[in-house]
């Protein structure tokens, strides 16, 4: 998943903000515990999403939350964080798709990565996170099988994909493995009839995270010389926004579908969050508290400031964020 959901706390109510913050600092513990501490840096925003989800539905239980000790990411404050499977579940998605990330990477043989003593290390280190992720898969019942195979079937489409292609047929594989993440938050909640539209909002919002990737790197790529999927199928930002537009609409829907034991926070995500994250892609809208779009970070990490798309911030999407395209 890309960061593409990133909101600023100041939209958020002091609970709401409270239980982010959680989820946040939650997956990123959940990483630690079973996968050590270098596996933090897969940390994202996008990745919470499935520990939300999954509390969403069950309710938020005492025995869901814990108090964490001092994190300078905080303030040097304690904080109650989220555990269980649903972060868990989050954690093991994270390394796998930063896994297939930095394969990606190396393959295009980007910065540092093109040279071969560094491109060998970072293989060592995405085939780590891939035999780490499929086993806390395995462990909550979920094969992450299905996201290796929708990265790798991803590289072949692009190969073929061209002038004419239609552009949903490149987002297909990255919608598919959201879709299965999502819809897995049901069985972990034991909420079987959720499953089929959960399904349903996870694939319109991975066709979102490639859309605005897409949209946001354009520019970049053209500058670059890389592959991007509007550029390569010669797609106009107008369809992509109209395509966008569809999948909020239906994204609303699906969740209306849905049945949550308290669903304030993941349709403050997934309903008002993003669609300003697709305001802003597409530069319709910014955030008019300082770092929103103004292209100056926050203080590194700190979840409690606004979070903007800036250098600064290890969690945001671009080469200097773990969590988005362009990292770990």
């Not at 394969?103 to 995405?126: E, I, M, N, S, T």
């Not at 079937?153 to 959201?178: F, K, N, S």
């Not at 349903?200 to 520019?219: N, P, T």
């Not at 250098?311 to 969590?323: D, E, H, L, R, S």
């Amino acid at each position: 998943m890309f960061g593409i959901v990133r909101p600023c706390t100041h939209r958020l109510t002091d609970g709401l903000k409270t239980a982010w913050t959680a989820h946040l600092c939650g997956l990123c513990l959940a990483l630690r515990a079973d996968h050590g501490q270098f596996a933090r840096v897969v940390t994202n925003y996008d990745g919470l999403i499935v520990s939300v989800l999954t509390e969403a539905q069950t309710g938020t239980l005492a025995s869901g939350r814990r108090t964490a000790g001092p994190c300078p990411l905080r303030g040097m404050r304690t904080a109650p964080v989220a555990r269980g499977e649903g972060a868990r579940l989050a954690a093991a998605v994270s390394l796998v798709l930063a896994s297939a990330k930095v394969r990606d990477h190396v393959a295009d043989r980007d910065g540092l990565l093109a040279r071969r003593p560094v491109a060998a290390a970072a293989r060592r280190v995405a085939r780590s996170w891939d035999r780490a992720g499929a086993r806390t898969g395995r462990a909550l019942g979920f094969d992450t099988a299905v996201l290796v195979d929708a990265v790798d079937r991803q590289t072949g489409i692009e190969a073929l994909a061209g002038p004419g292609t239609p552009l949903l047929l490149v987002t297909e594989p990255t919608e598919t493995a959201t879709a299965a993440a999502f819809a897995h938050t049901a069985v972990l909640a034991g909420r079987p009839e959720n499953a089929e539209p959960l399904a349903e909002a996870g694939r319109l919002f991975g066709r979102l995270a490639h859309l605005l990737d897409a949209v946001e790197d354009q520019d970049a790529d053209a500058a670059s010389g890389a592959w991007n999927p509007l550029t390569a199928t010669g797609t106009s930002r107008e369809e992509a926004r109209r395509l966008a537009d569809d999948a909020l609409h239906g994204i609303r829907l699906a969740l209306k579908d849905a049945r949550f034991a308290d669903g304030k926070l993941v349709h403050v995500l997934l309903a008002h969050e993003l669609r300003t994250s697709v305001d802003r892609a597409f530069a319709t809208t910014t955030c008019s508290h300082g770092a929103h779009g103004a292209g100056r970070g926050p203080v590194p990490g700190n979840p409690y400031a606004p979070q903007g798309p800036g250098p600064g911030n290890p969690f945001a999407p671009g080469p200097g964020g773990p969590g988005g395209p362009g990292g770990p």
